[in-house]
């Protein structure tokens, strides 16, 4: 009976959203939010969802919510060079970001004020945990507003996606085989020393400390106007000053009181209820000492280093809370 309810009430919710996104919205106006699974990518969406006239799109890439995808043929970290010719990938998200697509699944808080704010809302934040690897592509293709690129401590990142079984692959496999990986280390182009090593890969943390080093690199890589870089724990830590920047880097200061209150509410794909709770919790309490030294030993390899103190990724020097924050 309850699992009955509850396909009644998607479908009436799927098909509000077709008749809402009727309307169409514009490119210019779509807000993009990119990061790795388990990084405060929803959390993010949801507190942009306070500037007026914006509504979301959770999760355009995958495979089950937006059954259109699998017509891509892609992978769950697929990449393309910036000047590659995809042009099924092209109109699928042209489409997306002009509202011409909805879900299977809309994904949003049901209440009254957020039900109104989309019936109303004139411009998309559209929010991905599989495109990290397509920013370079997705800059050089379309004319948005803003990419905003959200990272977290690798091993918080990992941690987190050993508690919630979320990896951002299909729901057969927690992580792809090591082979997967190699492939697609030498798409990306890392050197044939780094491809040598990932063949030597053995356990899930090692895996996923690789996936996560190539999900950082490629959109850190890109030097962007548009693109700005924000961090989970600034957020989480120094929220005041970090949504100041983020605010200022869109021009939306004078809506800074509104949406510095959502803060502290935690996303609605996080176990804590909330930020509180989540300061309250580290990495070091949740992975064993053995998994942090077999991520700290792949992400070397990539020339990534962290500790308990921060992480540093290329040139981007990311402290944690110890620290003051400095954009």
Same mark, same amino acid.
């Given at each position: 009976?309850?699992?009955?309810?509850?396909?009644?009430?998607?479908?009436?919710?799927?098909?509000?959203?077709?008749?809402?996104?009727?309307?169409?919205?514009? !490119?210019?106006?779509?807000?993009? $939010?990119?990061?790795? /699974?388990?990084?405060?990518?929803?959390?993010?969406?949801?507190?942009?969802?306070?500037?007026?006239?914006?509504?979301?799109?959770?999760?355009?890439?995958? /495979?089950?919510?937006?059954?259109?995808?699998?017509?891509?043929?892609?992978?769950?970290?697929?990449?393309?060079?910036?000047?590659?010719?995809?042009?099924?990938?092209?109109?699928?998200?042209?489409?997306?970001?002009?509202?011409?697509?909805?879900?299977?699944?809309? &994904?949003?808080?049901?209440?009254?004020?957020?039900?109104?704010?989309?019936?109303?809302?004139?411009?998309?934040?559209?929010?991905?945990?599989?495109?990290? &690897?397509?920013?370079?592509?997705?800059?050089? =293709?379309?004319?948005?507003?803003?990419?905003?690129?959200? @990272?977290?401590?690798?091993?918080?990142? $990992?941690?987190?996606?050993?508690?919630?079984?979320?990896?951002?692959?299909?729901? !057969?496999?927690?992580?792809?085989?090591?082979?997967?990986?190699? !492939?697609?280390? #030498?798409?990306?182009?890392?050197?044939?020393?780094?491809?040598?090593?990932?063949?030597?890969?053995?356990?899930?943390?090692?895996?996923?400390?690789?996936?996560?080093?190539?999900?950082?690199?490629? /959109?850190?890589?890109?030097?962007?106007?548009?693109?700005?870089?924000?961090?989970? !724990?600034?957020?989480?830590?120094?929220?005041?000053?970090?949504?100041?920047?983020?605010?200022? #880097?869109?021009?939306?200061?004078?809506?800074?009181?509104?949406?510095?209150?959502?803060?502290?509410?935690?996303?609605?794909?996080? &176990?804590?209820?909330?930020?509180?709770?989540?300061?309250?919790?580290?990495?070091?309490?949740?992975?064993?000492?053995?998994? $942090?030294?077999?991520? &700290?030993?792949?992400?070397?390899?990539?020339?990534?280093?962290?500790?308990?103190?921060?992480? @540093?990724?290329? =040139? =981007?020097?990311? /402290?944690?809370?110890?620290? =003051?924050?400095?954009?």
């Amino acid at each position: 009976m309850v699992i009955k309810i509850k396909s009644i009430l998607t479908f009436f919710i799927k098909l509000f959203d077709k008749i809402i996104f009727l309307k169409g919205f514009n !490119e210019k106006d779509s807000i993009i $939010i990119i990061g790795s /699974p388990r990084t405060g990518t929803t959390w993010i969406m949801e507190i942009l969802n306070n500037l007026p006239q914006y509504t979301t799109i959770f999760e355009p890439l995958h /495979p089950i919510w937006f059954p259109r995808v699998k017509e891509l043929k892609l992978s769950m970290r697929h990449y393309e060079t910036a000047d590659s010719d995809n042009g099924l990938l092209y109109d699928y998200l042209h489409k997306v970001f002009n509202g011409e697509v909805t879900s299977q699944r809309p &994904r949003y808080r049901l209440t009254f004020a957020n039900i109104l704010k989309r019936v109303t809302a004139k411009k998309l934040i559209v929010k991905f945990v599989r495109a990290n &690897r397509l920013v370079p592509w997705i800059v050089n =293709n379309y004319n948005l507003r803003a990419v905003i690129f959200i @990272t977290r401590h690798p091993c918080a990142t $990992i941690s987190s996606q050993f508690r919630t079984g979320y990896t951002g692959y299909d729901t !057969e496999r927690f992580i792809p085989s090591v082979v997967q990986v190699v !492939e697609d280390a #030498f798409k990306l182009g890392f050197e044939s020393n780094i491809l040598k090593k990932l063949e030597g890969l053995k356990t899930e943390a090692e895996i996923l400390a690789a996936i996560w080093a190539m999900d950082q690199i490629i /959109p850190l890589r890109e030097k962007n106007e548009k693109i700005f870089i924000i961090s989970y !724990e600034d957020l989480l830590f120094y929220p005041e000053q970090t949504i100041t920047h983020l605010l200022r #880097f869109l021009n939306e200061m004078n809506h800074y009181e509104n949406i510095i209150k959502k803060v502290e509410t935690p996303s609605m794909t996080s &176990r804590k209820k909330s930020s509180k709770e989540v300061k309250e919790v580290t990495w070091k309490d949740q992975i064993t000492a053995v998994q $942090i030294e077999e991520i &700290r030993g792949v992400l070397e390899w990539f020339g990534i280093s962290f500790d308990d103190r921060g992480y @540093t990724v290329l =040139n =981007n020097n990311l /402290p944690l809370y110890h620290e =003051n924050i400095s954009h």
